[in-house]
């Protein structure tokens, strides 16, 4: 599938384990390093399948997609095709998981995302809250290697993970805390752990006051939930089936209760 822009995407398709009438759809957006064919993430979707059918895909210069990743800006384009493609199977609702640099994607997304493209239910795991954050010695050697023609020689050579050799310029990307600021009503299921070595747990209060402010500030209802989980680290590579589980019921709950609901109208 094509992204806006003409990047390829590189999409995986999981049947729901069981018919579900309601067409439920999980769509999950992987790590900086991740990718759809990575164990871990396979995992995630394999357990997900419990829950409803579910789209996973390669973002912009990662596996077999084409062109180069920008660290989560134009990511949102590819988050869009893939949610595109989920409607095209059928979707009846939508739930966005992403993991890291694919948590912040989700927040974008569904930030900026029109009527017709905007998820029913969103789920950030482990996520920056802001931009540029290097507190921590991972971040700093991440930082490191995205900023040099060395250190991208690495990623691309190691990682598979082709990353672009231009700088963002102003105005920035929005940042996931501005993005979960636009977010309410839409269900957001915010996760993070006290062992995360790349963004401590101040990241995952920030988006959860964001959503919070942005709720009030709109005289709209607040529907976010924050999960800070004992002894789990970062992302995929911390994310075993039970957790996968626990998010499959919450986004369950979460629909059904959206949808009892009066429908709303976005707010900018």
Known sequence: MLADDGVRISVAYDAAAQPDPRGTFFVVSHGFTGGWRRPDNRAIALTLKDFGGVVSFDSRGHGESSGVTTIGDQEVLDLDAALGYARWLGAG?????????????VLRQAALADAARRPDAVVSVSAAGFWFYKGTPPMRLLHRAVGTRTGR????????????????????????????????????????????????????????????????????????TAWVLEGFAHAESATDADLVARIGAWATDALVHSAARQPWEHQA
């Open 153 to 224: 020689a690495v990623l691309r050579t190691a990682f598979g993970t082709r990353v672009t050799d231009q700088e963002w310029t102003d105005p920035l990307p929005l940042s996931p805390s501005e993005s979960a600021a636009m977010i309410p009503p839409v269900p957001l299921l915010v996760v993070h752990g006290d062992r995360d070595t790349y963004f401590p747990v101040e990241h995952a209060r920030t988006i959860e006051a964001g959503a919070a402010e942005g709720a009030r500030r709109r005289g709209v209802e607040d529907n976010t």
């Open 93 to 105: 609702r939508l739930v966005t998981v992403g993991f890291s640099m694919g948590g912040s994607i």
